[in-house]
């Protein structure tokens, strides 16, 4: 399964990359409540009701480009409470034959200035925006 959060564009300078992600990340939070309660409401629609705490984060990927996306996460109150973002990480394995992309749910939205990976918490939906 292919994974393709929407895609900042790069740009030369700087700082409008860093605006065009900040905005990016501004429009999935603005939201995340409404996509939270409508994925709740599709997996429950579909018996697979989560018991948990929920919410929608952004997804970051650093690589070559850097994406934003968003995911819901799920798991206890005090792991999600810590949830800011979900690191995505990818590697490829047997001369590329395999593509693995890792979501992780972690406690920082800048995975640039460290971060770490929040235990109990894991991703249940990966949402895509048409741009």
Do not use: C, E
Not at 70 to 75: K, L, N, T
């Amino acid at each position: 399964m292919a994974i393709a959060p929407f895609g900042i564009a790069r740009a030369d300078n700087p700082l409008t990359q860093i605006l065009t992600g900040g905005a990016a990340i501004l429009g999935v939070r603005a939201v995340a409540g409404p996509l939270n309660n409508f994925i709740n409401t599709v997996m429950l629609a579909n018996h697979v009701g989560n018991q948990d705490k929920t919410k929608v984060v952004p997804i970051v990927t650093i690589g070559s480009a850097t994406y934003v996306g968003a995911a819901q996460v799920s798991g206890p109150a005090n792991a999600v409470n810590n949830v800011q973002a979900v690191g995505s990480f990818a590697a490829a394995w047997n001369n590329n034959v395999w593509q693995v992309r890792a979501l992780v749910p972690v406690d920082r939205l800048n995975v640039l200035q460290g971060f770490k990976r929040v235990y109990g918490a894991g991703v249940d939906a990966v949402i895509n925006a048409k741009l």
